[in-house]
């Protein structure tokens, strides 16, 4: 793990004092790019949550499922990362230029650690295909959607798939994040793509709800998000098969009796088609499950 007095990460204006999603993440993935104020912040989720260590996993999972599926299956070879994370193993890149090695990959985050990793692992220009990284936080959106790596990453003449995993949680309503998903979804082209995966407390006893929101208040403001709530940032869109599902329920691999239980991983995952017009309530819900 990193030495919390180490220089070369001062450059990089890091406060080691206060923990940050991403490198708490890294810690419940066994990553080494953390600092002892997120292994603190991530054992006290942990004694609240015990199965947050698989949460974690789940959801990795689900991005490189949502991811295969939107470059094979869907064609999709341009994708927009918000919320990136340190860098681990299967990247969205990488997962994506295994099936189109001219898939192009513009990284989004906001945490210093993530820029320094972001420059020498995720940005690269060749022939085959382009990935491209922008220091900026999801309620920026237009901050985001200006910078130049997009016009020069992206022909937005074609559809992009936008990634939102495990971001919005940290986005409380104060924030307006669907205001700013919208305006995202909004710059897409027609035929673009939306994945998405958010903490929930629906698959939670009551009793597990109260220490948890008091500790996520503390935590950067950490909001989860009912199936009603995560439902709306779908609002007018074609969600497909098998809708909206706890993310280890989401096209899994494998045996199904292997499957974590929903309320071990408490996070809905979905993937959804970016339509100009409106989608019925009653058709855009068919195939939700709450597991």
């Excluded at 869907?74 to 193993?89: A, H, K, N, S, Y």
């Excluded at 945490?111 to 060749?126: C, E």
């Amino acid at each position: 793990m990193i030495d919390d007095d180490a220089g070369p990460w001062a450059i990089r204006n890091v406060d080691v004092s206060v923990a940050h999603p991403a490198r708490r993440y890294d810690y419940w993935l066994g990553g080494k790019d953390n600092f002892a104020a997120d292994r603190e912040s991530g054992d006290a989720v942990e004694a609240m949550f015990p199965t947050i260590r698989a949460a974690a996993v789940e959801n990795r999972r689900f991005l490189g499922r949502a991811v295969r599926f939107l470059a094979d299956e869907c064609g999709i070879d341009q994708f927009l990362d918000i919320g990136t994370g340190i860098p681990g193993v299967d990247n969205t890149h990488e997962v994506a230029q295994a099936i189109d090695p001219g898939v192009r990959v513009v990284y989004v985050d906001n945490d210093p650690i993530v820029l320094t990793h972001a420059r020498a692992l995720l940005t690269s220009d060749s022939a085959a295909g382009r990935t491209s990284y922008i220091d900026a936080d999801l309620r920026d959106p237009d901050r985001i959607l200006g910078d130049p790596a997009v016009a020069q990453t992206f022909d937005l003449g074609r559809p992009v798939a936008l990634l939102l995993l495990a971001v919005l949680h940290f986005v409380p309503d104060d924030d307006r994040p669907h205001d700013a998903v919208a305006r995202l979804v909004d710059a897409l082209p027609d035929g673009s793509y939306l994945a998405m995966s958010h903490v929930t407390h629906d698959f939670l006893p009551p009793e597990q709800h109260a220490p948890l929101d008091a500790a996520g208040r503390t935590q950067a403001g950490f909001q989860a998000r009912s199936l009603e709530e995560f439902t709306r940032f779908l609002d007018g869109h074609e969600v497909v098969d098998p809708g909206i599902v706890p993310v280890s329920d989401w096209r899994p691999d494998g045996d199904p009796d292997g499957r974590p239980r929903a309320a071990d991983i408490a996070q809905y995952g979905a993937v959804a088609r970016v339509r100009r017009g409106t989608v019925p309530p009653a058709d855009r819900a068919a195939g939700s499950g709450r597991g």
